[in-house]
């Protein structure tokens, strides 16, 4: 579906225009097309390749979908993946946006994401001092506003995170505390796949050869490898805590089976001394003393609670009752 596709020159924009004349206005000097596509179908891919004169194996990329992150150098033009990361419900939805970047245009390709770049757009119009710096400009400010919307979901998560980690001393069940922790880490390892490999392709915008649609831009681009950095260590201590609140957790457990087995064999000490006892005068032996003294059985008896009383003040006094 054809979202946008507006026709810019000298950075202030022109006006919406129709995708067959889209070759016309890349003819005029000073003008780029800025084409936003959500979920294209095949005819209109083919349709912006034809218009864009896109490299194939790009094109290919982008009909496809489902690519990890990454930038790409075809001549003179740019081939961006980025992922997307949106928060539904209790679940994260990624997404994908394609992103062509040549001397003259830019065209986006959203995929599985519910959210678009129009903020995006409106922010580049009011800025067209800025905007005169062309697509490698766009290409900034859509890669800024991807970043910067990973940072709320991090949010999300380390909110979820430290809910967990209350819960863990308040008795709930440990196997519930711990899928809840998985869960979460998997939701950390999803935002990571799309943060990671976008660092490691941004640092290739501002240092070294940068390819020519970014020249001048490279304060820019640093600043987004700067949030992805930022962004990564973010996950990665968010990571860590999960790693320790599972072993916590896992702690906490084996103490519970460690009391649980003290008070056990607590009980089976008081229950094992009379019946030592008892077991000694029930073997029906024909000589054995006190079987006929009149006082026998009550002092019997009475030893058995001396012992037993004698056993649960020293379980007692050591924490084990």
Request: overall charge negative.
């Amino acid at each position: 579906m054809l979202v946008n596709c507006v026709a810019y020159e000298n950075g202030r924009r022109l006006g919406d225009i129709e995708p067959h004349q889209i070759s016309d206005y890349l003819k005029r000097p000073g003008c780029f097309v800025w084409v936003a596509l959500k979920d294209a179908t095949e005819a209109e891919l083919g349709a912006m390749q034809e218009e864009f004169d896109l490299h194939p194996l790009a094109v290919e990329d982008a009909r496809h979908g489902h690519q990890r992150p990454k930038i790409e150098e075809y001549g003179d033009s740019l081939f961006a993946v980025l992922n997307t990361v949106e928060v539904k419900g209790d679940e994260l939805n990624v997404g994908e946006v394609d992103i062509f970047v040549g001397p003259n245009y830019v065209l986006s390709v959203r995929q599985r994401s519910e959210r678009g770049f129009q903020d995006v757009r409106s922010r580049a119009e009011r800025e067209p001092e800025l905007l005169k710096h062309g697509s490698g400009y766009v290409l900034y400010f859509i890669m800024d506003a991807v970043v910067d919307r990973y940072f709320p979901v991090l949010d999300a998560i380390e909110t979820e995170l430290e809910a967990l980690e209350d819960r863990i001393f308040t008795g709930t069940s440990p196997r519930q505390n711990i899928e809840a922790l998985y869960y979460v880490k998997q939701k950390l390892i999803t935002l990571k796949h799309a943060a990671s490999p976008l660092l490691e392709y941004s640092g290739k915008l501002y240092g070294g050869r940068v390819p020519q649609v970014c020249s001048g831009l490279s304060e820019y681009f640093r600043d987004v490898t700067d949030h992805l950095i930022r962004l990564n260590q973010s996950i990665d201590a968010a990571r860590d805590t999960v790693s320790t609140a599972i072993q916590v957790n896992l702690a906490l457990v084996q103490v519970g089976e460690s009391e649980t087995t003290k008070r056990l064999a607590s009980y089976a000490a008081l229950v094992a001394v009379p019946t030592m006892i008892a077991g000694v005068y029930g073997m029906n032996f024909e000589y054995m003393p006190e079987l006929k003294w009149t006082y026998g059985y009550p002092l019997v008896m009475g030893i058995m609670a001396v012992l037993d009383g004698y056993l649960f003040y020293r379980f007692r006094k050591s924490g084990w009752l």
